[in-house]
């Protein structure tokens, strides 16, 4: 099983709503990451989290705030974004970060955010 | 820095015939993944095929396979028998020792009948 969750599949809010984007895999990764995708562009790679650690965070601005609660979880709350934020947001897992062979990432399919 | 490049913005291909994707990269490093990923217009990014670079086997899964050449630092995929569920854009990407996944910026794969 190479099953990632997210939800919702689609969002739409205002530049002054806070939402959150959610992820979950039951695969027994402890890596975990989020990527934003424009159209017929390749993702994005935002932040990632090794043992519901941030391990990077690609200079994301603030109003991008993630969150692990725990080791199957990933949260991406969004407060006060802007139009030009809306694009597909992936999250991924994989065993291990930066473990050769265990690397292999799985992609959920995508929250569509539009913002407004 | 790696970089991953795909030379290819769009191909199309006849139902029930090969197609061959092209993908070049460069890197210092020696010990590295290159996979293909396929994202359909349901934008479902999906493992296509994965190839670690100390193997010199080119790897199979199904109707795709791969044909690497480390010292020309060139992966690319080859779709035997296209199928319309083929279509799609393909990436191309490269992983090094950081665990981090580099993409190239995608062919856009229309199998027609």
């Known amino acids: 099983d190479t099953e990632v969750t997210q939800t919702p599949k689609h969002l739409v809010m205002g530049m002054t709503n806070k939402k959150s984007l959610k992820c979950e895999q039951h695969?027994?990764?402890?890596?975990m990451y989020w990527y934003k995708q424009k159209a017929k562009k390749p993702p994005e790679l935002m932040f990632v989290y090794s043992y519901e650690k941030l391990s990077i965070n690609e200079s994301v601005p603030s109003r991008f705030s993630p969150e692990c609660p725990n080791s199957s979880l990933l949260n991406l709350h969004l407060h006060a974004l802007q139009p030009e934020d809306s694009a597909l947001y992936l999250c991924?897992?994989?065993?291990?970060?930066?473990?050769?062979?265990?690397?292999?990432?799985?992609f959920g399919p995508g929250t569509r955010l539009t913002v407004l | 820095a790696q970089t991953v490049t795909q030379s290819q913005p769009e191909m199309s291909v006849q139902e029930a015939e090969t197609v061959t994707l092209s993908c070049t990269y460069d890197?210092?490093?020696?010990?590295?993944?290159l996979f293909w990923y396929k994202q359909p217009p349901s934008r479902q990014m999906i493992l296509v095929i994965r190839q670690e670079a100390y193997k010199q086997q080119n790897a199979t899964e199904n109707r795709f396979s791969v044909n690497f050449q480390k010292a020309a630092k060139s992966f690319s995929l080859k779709i035997s028998d296209s199928q319309l569920g083929d279509t799609a854009m393909y990436f191309c990407a490269f992983m090094g020792q950081g665990g981090k996944l580099i993409f190239g910026q995608g062919t856009e794969l229309s199998v027609k009948p």
């Open positions: 890197t210092s490093e020696n010990n590295y993944y």
């Open positions: 695969m027994g990764h402890r890596a």
């Open positions: 991924a897992s994989s065993q291990r970060l930066g473990q050769g062979s265990t690397d292999t990432q799985y």
